[in-house]
């Protein structure tokens, strides 16, 4: 198995930790319970959650390429919650979703972490939490409306750090407020997902890899799905194909855009990381629109990422998404601005890959219009990996029909909102992107920015602060 034509690193690195990896390909019909379709942490996270409710169910998950290849297997590894999301929340589903939802986020991180444990998948988690900071002026006071929100509702988990503890703890002295949270903290994304590929397989889901779905025969008793070499026939399907999905579902073309998240590591350097104060496994994350986020890892690396480059038009997989990132001199000059310390230390790779956002922000889940026996999720917009575990309960909710708070929840109505056609999309986007790029260098140099560019960024707003997109 060549890990090389990966460009993600944790990707990579646990194929490389892999003693044998023989993936196995559909070669002949087939007939099950439940197909998923997609690999990522939530076809395996719904396939987990289905055999522990029901273990005689017939689970067969499909895999275009090797699983966790997609974003799964290449994001930040930041485990964040939807704790900052609350306004967002309350607004689409009222109050007491809202509250219930982010207590289930923060009890999410710590069950992918015991589960873990349990299961001996070693996805090098620390839960050292998250710290949300302003890296300049203009994002000084960013996240008080949230916390105020979540203050009056006694959710609130966020305590305010000192600028000196904020600096002295994220290793960098760019930042001049934070607010830090323990309910969140990093993972090895690749390890975690291939860890939960076979844990799924001793748990008795069938797996094939390389095997993609070119059709689906929808309107069909039991639904029928193509793929190269052979047909399955499945009562229930789910589809887990993240940012794959509007390219094989016209109903969603306008739900979500694609639009790159971007990231660099280092080679190790852990006496530097421990001199400038960064230690532990918590991550950073900015306030600007388009975030910075960085991490270190146990090895003693810096991974720093930076959402909102590359917009693909008409939502279209491009192999841009496959490849080193091609906006490598922004992440250096993000790299050298928050850590001049480390400016000798080499980058050992970049790589970049494709964030589904929505219009609100927050994923979607349901099932098909035309034919309800096949579910899809999708829509994490950045926020997916501690959410793909949510997403897991609510898509086995939904193939069970069972009646519970997360079948009822307005995450399970199909998508909230769209956004415009193309070539309108595409354009608009990158007018936007462009406008917060010279806005935010503007605030960066503490310069005032011009006021057609500080009108421009608010159309971007919907895309939510402190989202890692
Ligand atoms: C670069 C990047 C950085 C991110 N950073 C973070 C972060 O730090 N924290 C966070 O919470 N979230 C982050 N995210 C978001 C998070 O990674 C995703 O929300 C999450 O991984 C989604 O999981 P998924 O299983 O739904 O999708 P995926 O992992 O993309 O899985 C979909 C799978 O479907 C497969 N597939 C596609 N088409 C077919 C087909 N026709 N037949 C069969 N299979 C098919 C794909 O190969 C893929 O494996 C990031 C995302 C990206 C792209």
Redesign the pocket.
């Known amino acids: 198995m060549q890990s090389t034509q990966y460009s993600s690193f944790w990707f990579k690195e646990a194929l490389e930790s892999e003693s044998d990896i023989q993936p196995r390909k559909l070669e002949a019909n087939t007939t099950t319970d439940v197909c998923i379709?997609?690999?990522?942490?939530?076809?395996l996270w719904t396939a987990i959650q289905l055999k522990m409710k029901q273990p005689a169910l017939d689970i067969l998950v499909?895999?275009?390429?090797l699983?966790?290849?997609?974003?799964?297997?290449?994001?930040?590894?930041?485990?964040?919650t939807w704790s900052t999301k609350y306004l967002t929340l309350k607004k689409q589903y009222g109050e007491a979703e809202a509250i219930r939802l982010v207590k289930a986020s923060e009890a999410a991180v710590y069950e992918i972490e015991a589960f873990c444990k349990t299961h001996g998948i070693d996805a090098q988690i620390r839960l050292d939490g998250t710290l949300y900071t302003a890296s300049n002026r203009a994002q000084l006071g960013g996240i008080e409306p949230v916390l105020a929100a979540l203050d009056e509702q006694t959710i609130n988990t966020w305590q305010p750090w000192t600028k000196e503890k904020v600096q002295s703890e994220s290793g960098s002295n760019v930042h001049l407020e934070g607010h830090f949270s323990l309910a969140a903290g990093t993972v090895q994304?690749g390890l975690l997902?291939r860890g939960l590929k076979r844990v799924a397989e001793q748990m008795g889901v069938t797996i094939f890899e390389h095997?993609?779905?070119?059709e689906i025969q929808r309107q069909h008793t039991p639904v029928r799905i193509t793929t190269p070499c052979a047909n399955i026939q499945a009562n229930k399907v789910v589809l887990?194909?993240?940012?794959?999905t509007p390219a094989?579902l016209p109903e969603f073309k306008n739900s979500v855009v694609l639009v790159?998240?971007?990231?660099l590591i280092t080679e190790p350097a852990p006496d530097l990381l421990k001199n400038l104060g960064f230690r532990d496994g918590k991550s950073v994350i900015d306030g600007r629109t388009f975030v910075h986020?960085y991490r270190t890892t146990p090895d003693g690396r810096l991974m720093l990422?930076k959402g909102g480059n590359y917009f693909s038009f008409g939502n279209r997989m491009s192999a841009v998404f496959d490849q080193p990132s091609r906006y490598q001199t922004i992440l250096d000059a993000a790299f050298r601005r928050f850590f001049p310390a480390m400016h000798s230390v080499p980058v050992a790779a970049t790589w970049?890959?494709?964030?589904d956002r929505s219009a609100t922000g927050m994923p979607f889940f349901g099932r098909l219009t035309d034919t309800p026996s096949v579910v899809y999720?999708?829509g994490?917009s950045?926020?997916?990996?501690?959410?793909?575990w949510i997403?897991g309960q609510i898509l086995s909710s939904l193939v069970l029909e069972e009646d519970n708070d997360w079948t009822r929840s307005g995450l399970a109505s199909g998508p909230k909102g769209s956004f415009p056609p193309e070539p309108i999309r595409w354009l608009g986007a990158i007018l936007v992107r462009n406008a917060i790029r010279r806005k935010e260098s503007a605030e960066d140099e503490n310069r005032t920015p011009n006021w057609l560019d500080k009108q421009l960024s608010k159309l971007a707003n919907f895309a939510g602060k402190a989202d890692?997109v």
């Open positions: 379709v997609g690999g990522g942490f939530t076809g499909i895999e275009k390429d699983c966790g290849s997609g974003a799964s297997g290449r994001n930040g590894g930041c485990m964040l994304p997902v095997t993609p779905m070119t887990a194909l993240n940012a794959w094989l790159s998240s971007d990231m986020y990422g970049t890959g494709a964030s999720g999708l994490y950045g926020n997916g990996v501690v959410q793909s997403g890692k």
